[in-house]
């Protein structure tokens, strides 16, 4: 029987993501040329072709999900713009301090590392944050991914979109194209590293990935660009932290079961682990929102 590692020890967490259809706003990057030498065609599907996805936009659909988790206690968030900032929309960032959010960076004056987001993500004055967010790596072929780094399995694919004529001379003639990056049938995780681990953060964490899958389907929790045509419903959870490598790529083995020793440490982090780093979190939160520190 092995010994689970300290809190402390918990550096390295993975999230679970599934999704049929992903197309983020910062593109892919794509290794088109190990597959196609010169005969690419975006739309062939013997094209293997594998590639990153940035972690920009996960990033922001995490801290979304974060935010959310700390306004529904009762918390306000540390709002990630500045205050003189070209916003697209007049008086926004003013809205937002009334909807949740306080100016980035004021948390500061209560404590010295801010608010847990702050703690979190980092801010201005090259604060940085303690979570640090790596790209996923896809291919499409399953025997190459390597799930201890945080790689998925996942197809890519050029989409091309025509926006057309509505008037009936024209017999919907397209007026312009449209060219999307997307990666279906998504499954694997998302490799997160805490430079500093604290018990809030990963209560934080358990919270916002359970938040994000409770509400997958709303327009405004949902991954990346493209929602109204089905793409960024994304099921996502958080993988047990205790999983060592082997038990780790045991879980997306569609031939193997969970052992004895998996479900025992299910049970252990369930049972021990989870509500302890969650009531920290609640205990941050709370403490802050009382004005105790």
Not at 55 to 61: E, I, K, P, R, V
Not at 85 to 106: C, E, I, Q, W
Not at 123 to 145: C, D, H, N, T, Y
Not at 225 to 251: M, S
């Amino acid at each position: 029987m092995t010994r689970e590692p300290p809190l402390e020890a918990l550096t390295d967490v993975y999230v679970r993501l599934e999704c049929d259809l992903l197309v983020v706003r910062d593109s892919i990057l794509t290794d088109r040329h190990h597959a196609s030498n010169t005969n690419y065609e975006a739309d062939d599907p013997q094209n293997q072709i594998g590639g990153i996805i940035p972690a920009f936009s996960l990033s922001g659909w995490l801290r979304h999900g974060m935010e959310r988790v700390v306004q529904d206690r009762g918390g306000t968030a540390c709002h990630p713009g500045e205050a003189n900032a070209n916003f697209r929309k007049d008086d926004v960032y003013d809205r937002d301090l009334d909807n949740g959010y306080h100016p980035k960076g004021s948390c500061l004056e209560e404590t010295d590392n801010g608010c847990v987001i702050f703690d979190l993500f980092g801010g201005f004055e090259g604060v940085p944050g303690k979570l640090m967010r790596r790209p996923i790596q896809f291919s499409p072929v399953r025997a190459s991914v390597d799930y201890t780094r945080g790689q998925a399995e996942g197809h890519y694919r050029r989409l091309n979109r025509n926006v057309v004529s509505r008037n009936a001379d024209d017999n919907r003639e397209p007026l312009r194209n449209v060219e999307l990056d997307a990666v279906a049938n998504l499954d694997g995780c998302w490799h997160l590293s805490f430079r500093e681990v604290k018990p809030a953060f990963l209560g934080l964490l358990c919270e916002a990935v359970e938040f994000l899958d409770d509400n997958r389907t709303e327009f405004m929790h949902q991954l990346g660009g493209a929602r109204n045509f089905g793409a960024g419903i994304v099921d996502c959870g958080l993988l047990n932290p205790l999983y060592d490598e082997t038990e780790l790529n045991r879980i997306f083995d569609r031939s193997k079961g969970k052992t004895e020793e998996i479900g025992r440490k299910d049970d252990r982090w369930a049972d021990d682990y989870q509500p302890t780093v969650v009531d920290a979190f609640h205990e941050r939160v709370d403490a802050r929102s009382s004005k105790e520190i």
